[in-house]
């Protein structure tokens, strides 16, 4: 059976990035070399204000924050986001590294590849340059199917060596295995 990436698709707040971090835990629990990044919402007094990139070691950088004033006019948006796109480029590219290696694939996971993210241009040249890598697995998540969809991800689920993986809040506590036994292929 051939190697698939694999990408998570579903509604916001479905458990996307939790399903994520659950995989990456177990994927490192079998001596999986992994590398990438997850996105985190922060709240404030119970108010969505921001998401940051998070690295697999925990490390933090901002993606986006709601903007505030005129400094935040400069940088793109989406919604009331400001994205700071300065921030994810010095932070998330770096994260997004291959180690070839003869006795197993690396796993890069990127969470997200969104609108947010694709603003930069050098991070959708690395997505595409990791998914045409036969040493690398990506396990990422990328949004639900619009009425006007995003181009570059749509490229990404037509890909014959993409899996998609549809999480509903029906099937998100029991479609782990399968993703997993995907990725251990």
Do not use: W
Request: charge should be positive.
């Amino acid at each position: 059976m051939p190697r698939h990436h694999i990408f998570l698709t579903g509604v916001p707040g479905v458990g996307k990035t939790t399903l994520i971090k659950k995989i990456v835990k177990a994927l490192q629990d079998k001596g999986r070399i992994l590398n990438g990044f997850y996105t985190e919402e922060l709240r404030e007094n119970g108010s969505r204000t921001g998401f940051d990139v998070v690295s697999l070691d925990g490390s933090r950088s901002p993606l986006a924050r709601i903007r505030k004033d005129a400094t935040y006019k400069k940088q793109p948006t989406v919604g009331k986001y400001a994205v700071k796109l300065d921030e994810f480029e010095r932070t998330a590219i770096p994260l997004l590294k291959h180690e070839v290696r003869a006795d197993r694939n690396v796993v890069v996971v990127i969470d997200e590849v969104g609108k947010m993210e694709l603003f930069s241009k050098v991070f959708q040249s690395k997505v595409s340059q990791l998914l045409n890598c036969s040493e690398v697995v990506v396990l990422g998540t990328i949004p639900v199917k619009k009425s006007f969809p995003i181009q570059f991800v749509e490229e990404i689920r037509q890909r014959a060596d993409v899996r998609v993986f549809e999480i509903t809040f029906q099937n998100r506590n029991n479609i782990f295995e399968e993703i997993i036994n995907s990725l251990l292929v």
